[in-house]
């Protein structure tokens, strides 16, 4: 099915279309109703995704650095324009596609060990909601998993077919958000890049400075391999090359420790790839973590780290909060000690279906240790464990947690088997690109649990996504080859 493929735009269309936005504006004249405004945007909207498809795609990825949360229902039920509202649209049309063509997608892209991965956590998460202990907000969280993955992992196999196609959608994210950034940046300084306003400068279109250092250092490592890419072109290249100077102060101003780390182990990773290393990394990296639980939980042991609460507090400078976290002073760092306790505690309960999606909050109090308790301890904003793996732990049990656990080290064996079995200058950087982003994210979530969230759950899905079809696309160039 060729989904760019355009129906002529009439003069019917064209005067209906007029005719709808005039009528809107006389009934919200006579009602005062606002959202009767947004019907001629809505009707836009799906009338692109009828003409063209694919246009209707990017216009939907241009979005989602523009979008921003909205509450609603007394603050019960949030949700973030317009992006998530195109994502419901997209799952009705892939839907409608599919009943249309049973072989819309293709056979290689389920073949490939990722989506089997993928397919697999979706399957354990409805075991989880079965099992949940509270049913409404573990749906909740299952809907929301489930247009995220087919918005941005399943459709894009119906959109990138070639280079140009990667290249756009790279552009999509690369373009607004830097402008964004360079305007965060610039009002933070005239504030002094005081610490405490980090937050302040990056709304409404980032949550806090955590979700916004987040997606600039998976960002960073795309525009270090665009910036490669671009020999023989010096305009370009002067452009791209200024752009990774900037982000380096941004990373930093944004005050997210976690995003700095996650930029040199970006590289770190993207070094070991090349070297052909990178299949013991993971698997290392997880024996050490895994070594340092079990320590820390024998005989108690993680009673020595407990904080000196006449000193613990959340830091003035940037600075102080890095070294705070070797001193026990940090309040962040301590918090993020009290909230894995708990889960680790909580684990113990319900080791195989975990307390059910979404639900870590109702029930993690009780299996908290006091003297680990900071001011914040109260949790006003309902926020979660602060550890990516012990957050499918304890909401969907151990399976879910060690299905993570697979899909991370399939990624990058994938991106470097890829990297190593193509000739294709393109591919092969790309490739590396994608793993390096990829690299940095996970960083990130294993101090915070972002994927969820709509930018960082956008670029990690849609890396995966690009590199699943990278895969495909340098097989298919190497079978024309005879290679």
Same mark, same amino acid.
């Given at each position: 099915?060729?989904?760019?493929?355009?129906?002529?735009?009439?003069?019917?269309?064209?005067?209906?279309?007029?005719?709808?936005?005039?009528?809107?504006?006389?009934?919200?004249?006579?009602?005062?109703?606002?959202?009767?405004?947004?019907?001629?945007?809505?009707?836009?909207?799906?009338?692109?995704?009828?003409?063209?498809?694919?246009?209707?795609?990017?216009?939907?990825?241009? #979005?989602?650095?523009?979008? $921003?949360?909205?509450?609603?229902?007394?603050?019960?039920?949030?949700?973030?324009?317009?992006?998530?509202?195109?994502?419901?649209?997209?799952?009705?049309?892939?839907?409608?596609?599919?009943?249309?063509?049973? @072989?819309?997608?293709?056979?290689?892209?389920?073949?490939?060990?990722?989506?089997?991965?993928?397919?697999?956590?979706?399957?354990?998460?409805?075991?989880?909601?079965?099992?949940?202990?509270?049913?409404?907000?573990?749906?909740?969280?299952?809907?929301?998993?489930?247009?995220?993955?087919?918005?941005?992992?399943?459709?894009?196999?119906?959109?990138?077919?070639?280079?140009?196609?990667?290249?756009?959608?790279?552009?999509?994210?690369?373009?607004?958000?830097?402008?964004?950034?360079?305007?965060?940046?610039?009002?933070?300084?005239?504030?002094?890049?005081?610490?405490?306003?980090?937050?302040?400068?990056?709304?409404?279109?980032?949550?806090?400075?955590?979700?916004?250092?987040?997606?600039?250092?998976?960002?960073?490592?795309?525009?270090?391999?665009?910036?490669?890419? $671009?020999?023989?072109?010096?305009?370009?290249?002067?452009?791209?090359?200024?752009?990774?100077?900037?982000?380096?102060?941004?990373?930093?101003?944004?005050?997210?420790?976690?995003?700095?780390?996650?930029?040199?182990?970006?590289?770190?990773?993207?070094?070991?790839?090349?070297?052909?290393?990178?299949?013991?990394?993971?698997?290392?990296?997880?024996?050490?973590?895994?070594?340092?639980?079990?320590?820390?939980?024998?005989?108690?042991?993680?009673?020595?780290?407990?904080?000196?609460?006449?000193?613990?507090?959340?830091?003035? #400078?940037?600075?102080?909060?890095?070294?705070?976290?070797?001193?026990?002073?940090?309040?962040?760092?301590?918090?993020?000690?009290?909230?894995?306790?708990?889960?680790?505690?909580?684990?113990?309960?319900?080791?195989?279906?975990?307390?059910?999606?979404?639900?870590?909050?109702?029930?993690?109090?009780?299996?908290?240790?006091?003297?680990?308790?900071?001011?914040?301890?109260?949790?006003?904003?309902?926020?979660?464990?602060?550890?990516?793996?012990?957050?499918?732990?304890?909401?969907?049990?151990?399976?879910?947690?060690?299905?993570?656990?697979?899909?991370?080290?399939?990624?990058?064996?994938?991106?470097?088997?890829?990297?190593?079995?193509?000739?294709?200058?393109?591919?092969?950087?790309?490739?590396?690109?994608?793993?390096?982003?990829?690299?940095?994210?996970?960083?990130?979530?294993?101090?915070?649990?972002?994927?969820?969230?709509?930018?960082?759950?956008?670029?990690?899905?849609?890396?995966?996504?690009?590199?699943?079809?990278?895969?495909?696309?340098?097989? @298919?160039?190497?079978?024309?080859?005879?290679?």
């Amino acid at each position: 099915m060729v989904l760019s493929k355009e129906i002529p735009v009439t003069k019917g269309i064209l005067y209906g279309g007029s005719l709808l936005f005039f009528l809107c504006i006389i009934a919200y004249a006579l009602t005062n109703q606002y959202l009767v405004l947004a019907i001629p945007f809505v009707a836009a909207i799906i009338g692109m995704a009828i003409v063209n498809l694919k246009s209707f795609y990017w216009f939907f990825l241009l #979005t989602i650095p523009f979008s $921003c949360t909205i509450y609603f229902l007394n603050n019960s039920l949030s949700t973030t324009v317009p992006d998530e509202p195109l994502t419901w649209l997209l799952l009705i049309i892939t839907i409608l596609l599919m009943v249309y063509n049973r @072989k819309l997608f293709p056979e290689w892209f389920f073949r490939n060990p990722i989506t089997l991965v993928i397919t697999l956590q979706l399957v354990w998460m409805m075991v989880a909601v079965a099992f949940s202990k509270e049913l409404f907000p573990s749906l909740k969280f299952a809907a929301a998993r489930f247009w995220y993955i087919n918005a941005y992992f399943l459709f894009p196999v119906l959109i990138f077919k070639n280079i140009k196609d990667l290249r756009k959608a790279f552009l999509l994210f690369f373009i607004p958000i830097t402008l964004h950034a360079i305007f965060a940046f610039c009002w933070h300084y005239t504030l002094h890049f005081n610490y405490w306003l980090s937050n302040e400068v990056v709304l409404p279109f980032y949550f806090n400075h955590v979700d916004y250092s987040t997606v600039l250092s998976m960002l960073f490592p795309l525009i270090f391999i665009a910036w490669r890419l $671009c020999k023989g072109k010096p305009r370009l290249r002067w452009l791209l090359g200024l752009t990774l100077i900037f982000y380096i102060p941004a990373i930093y101003a944004a005050a997210a420790r976690a995003a700095i780390l996650a930029v040199f182990f970006a590289f770190f990773m993207g070094f070991m790839i090349r070297k052909k290393l990178v299949n013991w990394v993971m698997p290392i990296g997880f024996a050490v973590v895994l070594s340092a639980v079990l320590f820390l939980a024998h005989n108690n042991n993680y009673i020595q780290f407990q904080p000196n609460k006449k000193y613990t507090a959340t830091q003035p #400078t940037f600075m102080d909060a890095v070294t705070g976290m070797f001193t026990g002073r940090d309040m962040s760092s301590m918090e993020r000690f009290y909230r894995w306790i708990a889960a680790v505690r909580m684990s113990n309960d319900n080791p195989i279906t975990g307390v059910g999606p979404n639900n870590f909050y109702d029930y993690y109090k009780p299996y908290t240790v006091s003297m680990f308790a900071t001011w914040v301890s109260r949790n006003q904003e309902r926020s979660t464990t602060h550890n990516y793996f012990l957050y499918m732990l304890v909401e969907q049990g151990y399976p879910a947690m060690i299905l993570y656990g697979i899909l991370i080290i399939l990624l990058f064996a994938q991106a470097q088997k890829v990297y190593h079995g193509t000739e294709n200058r393109f591919y092969k950087h790309a490739v590396l690109g994608i793993a390096m982003m990829l690299a940095a994210g996970f960083v990130n979530n294993f101090f915070s649990e972002l994927i969820e969230t709509h930018k960082v759950g956008a670029l990690f899905y849609l890396g995966i996504a690009a590199l699943v079809i990278i895969k495909h696309l340098s097989q @298919k160039e190497q079978q024309k080859i005879g290679v």
